[in-house]
């Protein structure tokens, strides 16, 4: 992460795998989160995140690594994205974000996935930061 506040930077990650945590839930709060994240609401990000178990067991594994939980195991396995030969460091993967309003972020994981598109602004390529 860049310096940005951890709690923020999860909001931003956590939108895409919220099918599999929240389920039937998934588009509530993702309206939630990015009203909140527009906001600035950090209390309410809080609140949120403690509204079900599953979030916030996401967000504790989040704040650890500063990855994804369904990414950062990758990570620390050496599978997925591999930089490079030559530095010995194990590199996260390249994140990838908004460049409208920077409210959704995605890591790819795997260099032939196709970079995706914005959810809230579908004419929008996500781009590498």
Do not use: K, N
Not at 7 to 27: G, K
Not at 95 to 122: A, K, M, N, Q, T
């Amino acid at each position: 992460m860049d310096g940005t506040d951890p709690l923020i930077e999860a909001a931003r990650a956590v939108r895409r795998y919220l099918p599999d945590l929240v389920e039937e839930r998934a588009q509530e709060v993702d309206a939630r989160l990015v009203a909140l994240l527009r906001a600035g609401d950090r209390e309410g990000l809080e609140e949120l995140f403690g509204s079900a178990d599953s979030l916030l067991d996401w967000l504790a594994g989040f704040v650890e690594t500063g990855l994804p939980p369904e990414v950062a195991p990758l990570r620390e396995r050496g599978a997925g994205y591999q930089p490079l030969l030559g530095s010995g460091i194990a590199q996260p993967p390249p994140r990838f974000e908004c460049p409208v309003d920077h409210l959704f972020v995605w890591y790819r994981v795997d260099p032939g996935e196709e970079i995706s598109v914005c959810p809230d602004h579908p004419d929008e390529q996500l781009v590498r930061v």
